[in-house]
């Protein structure tokens, strides 16, 4: 198609609701592919396989998105907009390729993103997956093949952030020295939590801490964690906020390095903290600086 078409879905100034069902779009360039800024959006059992749009966003909406098993292949950024619902369920997205530092599948700021049952694979970005004020909740994610320059493949602040269900492998995070991480959760000024519950994360390298933490003051939830063959510049869980509640359960830490030789340990908290940890095993971890959990 024309990348002179200004809008090959809809454009509309007025509220609507759209259902995209059972539809395949591929290869398709435009200027706008969807846009309307009180648009509901359904996408249920649809492909959307080599498709750009002008604008850097495949659709903008201040309304409630959801996508049911769907698929999504080698786009722009798929979603825009702010204050947005977004609902997505056993959905694959795969080879991404965005050379900008804006967020490669929703980049709407105040959202709220519920994910579940999906998967992310072969992602070369910049930036990271969602916008980072945004509320996220993750259920049975895979993410596979994953590479950014970003200072986090799943990066939030100011809001808080469930994860249950996550398995990570092959992620390369190269970013700054020191501040390149897979989970990164800001606090920020507002007391906020951390909950994360059966993650796996494998054969991967993060040129920062592979989880960290900061913020004024946090409550962190880690349990059924399992953390193997990770290399990071830094220790593999960093808490650097100022005030912090933590609660670590069954953590497994095994064949991991941490090659920055000014940062000690494998799990390393600082400044005002309570910690506790349960039943964990740390094996065969290397430390080039100091050691210590």
Do not use: W
Request: glycine content about 6%; overall charge negative; aromatic content about 12%.
């Amino acid at each position: 198609m024309d990348e002179d078409t200004e809008a090959v879905v809809f454009q509309s100034l007025f509220p609507n609701k759209i259902i995209l069902k059972d539809t395949i779009f591929e290869n398709i360039i435009s200027k706008h592919f969807g846009f309307n800024t009180r648009l509901s959006l359904d996408i249920i059992n649809s492909k959307f396989i080599n498709n750009y749009s002008m604008s850097g966003f495949l659709f903008y909406t201040q309304d409630f998105v959801y996508v049911e098993n769907s698929f999504f292949s080698n786009t722009t950024t798929l979603f825009k907009g702010s204050k947005c619902k977004y609902e997505i369920v056993d959905t694959i997205f795969e080879n991404f390729y965005i050379d900008t530092n804006i967020p490669v599948i929703i980049d709407s700021r105040f959202a709220s993103i519920n994910i579940t049952n999906s998967e992310f694979n072969n992602f070369k970005m910049m930036g990271s997956l969602f916008y980072e004020e945004t509320k996220i909740n993750l259920h049975n994610i895979k993410l596979n093949n994953v590479s950014t320059n970003s200072k986090g493949v799943i990066y939030s602040t100011f809001n808080n952030v469930q994860i249950d269900g996550l398995y990570a492998q092959d992620i390369i995070c190269y970013g700054e020295s020191g501040d390149s991480s897979i989970i990164l959760f800001d606090s920020n000024t507002e007391i906020k939590e951390l909950k994360i519950n059966n993650i796996n994360i494998s054969n991967s390298f993060t040129n920062g801490p592979a989880i960290k933490i900061t913020g004024i003051s946090n409550e962190i939830y880690i349990n059924n964690l399992n953390i193997s063959n990770v290399k990071s510049y830094g220790p593999i869980i960093d808490n650097i906020s100022y005030k912090t509640i933590s609660s670590f359960s069954n953590i497994n830490l095994n064949n991991n390095i941490n090659s920055d030789r000014l940062e000690c340990g494998n799990i390393h908290l600082q400044n005002d903290v309570t910690f506790y940890l349960n039943n964990s095993n740390f094996i065969g971890n290397i430390n080039k600086g100091n050691g210590g959990v």
